[in-house]
Each structure stands twice: as structure tokens, then as C-alpha cells.
């Protein structure tokens, strides 16, 4: 499929996990792909993915909590590209403990990146799909928004996202412009093998368990989540907006 074919991605957190799947599937499918990272060298393994299938991107640094650095990185993109028709906000950290004992500062760091960074660049991006009538937004919520033990903060943050999509979907529909949030469920990555390690179990153990409490059987793949971000980038997806899809292989 070439469903982005002439199309220009922005994709944070897109050094690893869903985020560099996401990124890869976009430039695929033919869009050119922004990838931004907290650091430019990070970006570098995913931006040679993409090009060495035959895509076309480019690495960029941004601190998603810091305004400055997410007005600089969005400038520099649409300068370099004329134009940004897609928004995925990946970028997320994790800071996990029990509420008694989370830190002040952890609770802010979560909250900055993983919701204060996904208003801030969607504000940013918002000012390039305005004026040319068309934008996708998707945002990274997370299935503990429902509550998790553990993460209060993660889960406060995550819940936001499905707030501030909904927003977002109400104020620029009349631009042409949708906003969805994806919720996964259980994904193999680096983060759930901190999670895994954070409570004294391998990796591999923590997915067992957890993958026999998912109705499918197995946990999920940075690629499955990546396949649900780019059906709601997509034209194919323009009546679809203020939604959460929970990617969970049917975890209730």
C-alpha cells in the first residue's frame, strides 16, 4: 500500500519500540518520516531502517517537554519538508512506584513527557495543518489509563492523553483535522522489560505469565500497535476522530 504516499510524518519517541515500528510502517507505505528522539544520535538506527528499505528520513532532536525545543524541532521539519500532515505522539518515559512512595519529581517528569509533550507538539504541528486544511493526530495512551498499581503518574498521564485527544478533536475537526489516541495493552519492549526487571522477573517469564491472561494468547508487538496508528494517520480514516482504540488483544 502507498497510503502516504506524498505525505510528511512526524513520529516522537521514535528511537525504539512502538515508536520506531510506527515510524517504519508510515515510510513503508511512502510518507516521508520525521523521526524525533530526545537525542539525534538515537534517531540514527531508525532513520537507517527506513532508508535502507528504500524510505525517506531524517533524525531530529526534541525535548517534547521543553516548548522551545518542540517549536525549534517542528520549524526545522516543515522548513526542510513545506509542509506536516501527520502527527504520532509516541514519546513517553515511565517512573513506577507505589503512590507512597513516587517522588515528587518522578510524578512531574511522567506527566511533562508523556502528556505536557503531547500538547506541546500538538499545538506546534497544529499551526502547519491549519492553514493546508488536513492533519492526523495520534496520540499514545496506554491501557493503564484504566489504573495500574504502581503507576499513578503513568496512568494519570495516559488517561489525559484520551482527554486532550477528544479535545483536540472538537477544536480542529473544522480544519480538516482528526485526533485519535491508541491504547496498548501488554508490548514487548523496553519499557515492559523495565517494568519485568523493576519487580524482579525476567523478561521472558513476565510475557509468559502475562501473555496467558490475553483472550489471543501472546502479548503484543510494536508492529501490531504501529498497524492501528496507521490506519487512524490515514485518508482512509477521516470520519474517525476523538476515539481511543485499545490495541490488548482483547483484555478486559
Not at 107 to 131: E, F, H, I
Not at 146 to 158: C, D, H, I, M, T
Amino acid at each position: 500500500m502507498d497510503r502516504f504516499t506524498g505525505r510528511v510524518a512526524v513520529v516522537t519517541g521514535a528511537a525504539q519500540g512502538i515508536g520506531a515500528a510506527t515510524a517504519c510502517r508510515l515510510a513503508g507505505e511512502g510518507a516521508t518520516v520525521a523521526v524525533l528522539d530526545l537525542d539525534l544520535d538515537r534517531t540514527a538506527e531508525t532513520v537507517a531502517a527506513i532508508r535502507a528499505a528504500g524510505g525517506t528520513a531524517d533524525g531530529y532532536a526534541v525535548d517534547v517537554a521543553d516548548a522551545g525545543s518542540v517549536s525549534a524541532a517542528v520549524d526545522a521539519v516543515a522548513g526542510a519538508y513545506g509542509r506536516i500532515d501527520v502527527l504520532v505522539n509516541d514519546a513517553g518515559v515511565t517512573r513506577d512506584n507505589l503512590v507512597h512512595k513516587l517522588s515528587e519529581d518522578d510524578w512531574d517528569t511522567v506527566l511533562s513527557v508523556n502528556l505536557k509533550g503531547a500538547y506541546l507538539v500538538s499545538r506546534a504541528v497544529q499551526q502547519q495543518m491549519v492553514p493546508a486544511g488536513y492533519g492526523r493526530i495520534v496520540s499514545l495512551s496506554s491501557t493503564s489509563a484504566l489504573g495500574n498499581r504502581g503507576q499513578a503518574n503513568y496512568a494519570a498521564a495516559k488517561a489525559g492523553i484520551q482527554g486532550l485527544t477528544a479535545t483536540l478533536a472538537i477544536e480542529l475537526g473544522r480544519y480538516g483535522i482528526t485526533a485519535n489516541a491508541v491504547a496498548p495493552g501488554y508490548v514487548a519492549t523496553a519499557m515492559t522489560a523495565a517494568t519485568a526487571q523493576r519487580v524482579g522477573m525476567d523478561p521472558a517469564e513476565h510475557q509468559r505469565l502475562a501473555a496467558e491472561q490475553i483472550p489471543v494468547r501472546r502479548v503484543g508487538r510494536p508492529e501490531d500497535v504501529a498497524a492501528a496508528i496507521a490506519f487512524l494517520a490515514s485518508e482512509e480514516a477521516g470520519y474517525v476522530s476523538g476515539q481511543t482504540l485499545y490495541v490488548n488483544g482483547g483484555l478486559r
